[in-house]
């Protein structure tokens, strides 16, 4: 069983930053590859960014490629999204994810484990 926290969401102008954070509770985490995905108003849930467990391999959303980097610290039990050169069309609520399988990652409907959610919105 693993629980998700997400923190860091807020507002912020165009260009701007955040970082959010993911706290996990489990001692499996570190064998989980961790993601983020996103949900804006009447919009489907996307994928965002995604990390393996081991935090050597990544991937990213073209939307966010060069902008977003995703990183983890197992010893903290904690995967971070940093956001950067942030636009209006961010604007989301942003939910921590993890997969047993590195494959599924990408996927909201294989995603094992969700958080809450938090929101991040960007003003122009």
């Known amino acids: 069983q693993v629980q998700l926290v997400e923190s860091g969401g807020g507002l912020v102008q165009a260009g701007g930053s955040l970082r959010l954070s993911c706290a996990a509770s489990?001692?499996?985490?570190?064998?989980?590859?961790m993601g983020w995905f996103r949900q804006a108003p009447g919009k489907e849930r996307e994928f965002v960014a995604a990390?393996?467990?081991?935090?050597?391999?990544?991937y990213y959303a073209d939307s966010v490629k060069g902008r977003f980097t995703i990183s983890r610290d197992n010893a903290k039990i904690t995967v971070y999204l940093q956001m950067n050169s942030l636009k209006p069309e961010d604007t989301a609520v942003y939910y921590c994810?993890?997969?047993?399988?590195?494959?599924?990652?990408?996927?909201?409907?294989?995603?094992?484990?969700w958080g809450q959610g938090t929101q991040v919105t960007v003003s122009s």
């Open positions: 994810a993890a997969s047993s399988l590195i494959i599924a990652i990408k996927e909201a409907g294989r995603i094992d484990y």
């Open positions: 990390i393996s467990w081991s935090g050597h391999s990544t």
């Open positions: 489990g001692r499996t985490f570190s064998t989980y590859a």
